[in-house]
């Protein structure tokens, strides 16, 4: 009598147990690695490549570049360099609530200290200036990569000059 009581207990919570699982959605969420699928804005027009006003993709769109470039062993603005920055500047301004990072690189040559010190540099020369075109100083933070995360490989001065840069990245 015991034996069949507990079997049926043990079988009425079996069924309430299965009657109670989750069903699977009908889309699964991309894997790690994947990209998403469909439209970045969320206006359901797959594939017309609206961007979201703000966002990371409006702005590589909307400024000259992401990307300011040094010389060897510098971290001085060129006229270049302030062009690039004053788009920039009027980006952000068009989005006071966007927040950036600025993260300084440097070339293959030099010790890992040294180039960590001139990103460094790089980094906050380019943040000096927004700063001082009206951008919030709490607005932008700063990193220094040194010559851990190249643009280019190769040992020849072309690499080296493009991994020698102040790159501006929004955060979302």
């Given amino acids: 009598m015991a034996k069949l009581t507990t079997t049926?207990?043990?079988?009425?919570?079996?069924?309430?147990?299965?009657?109670?699982?989750?069903?699977?959605?009908?889309?699964?969420?991309?894997?790690p690695g994947e990209a998403p699928q469909g439209p970045i804005d969320g206006s359901g027009g797959a594939g017309s490549g609206a961007v979201t006003?703000?966002?990371?993709?409006?702005?590589?769109?909307?400024?000259?570049?992401?990307?300011?470039n040094f010389g060897?062993?510098?971290?001085?603005?060129?006229?270049?360099?302030?062009?690039i920055l004053d788009s920039q500047v009027v980006w952000l301004?068009?989005?006071?609530?966007?927040?950036?990072?600025?993260?300084?690189?440097?070339?293959?040559?030099?010790?890992?200290?040294?180039?960590?010190?001139?990103g460094d540099r790089r980094a906050n020369a380019a943040k000096n200036y927004?700063?001082?075109?009206?951008?919030?100083?709490?607005r932008v933070t700063t990193i220094s990569y040194g010559k851990e995360r190249p643009l280019a490989l190769g040992s020849d001065e072309e690499s080296w000059a493009q991994n020698r840069r102040a790159v501006t990245v929004v955060l979302n």
């Fill in 93 to 118: 301004q068009r989005y006071p609530n966007v927040r950036v990072t600025l993260e300084g690189h440097a070339d293959e040559r030099g010790t890992r200290e040294y180039n960590l010190a001139l």
């Fill in 8 to 31: 049926i207990l043990l079988a009425t919570a079996l069924v309430t147990t299965a009657a109670c699982s989750k069903k699977r959605p009908e889309v699964l969420p991309p894997a």
């Fill in 72 to 83: 060897l062993d510098m971290y001085d603005i060129d006229a270049t360099a302030r062009g």
């Fill in 130 to 138: 927004l700063v001082a075109r009206g951008i919030s100083p709490s």
């Fill in 53 to 68: 006003p703000g966002s990371s993709e409006d702005f590589k769109r909307s400024v000259t570049s992401d990307t300011v």
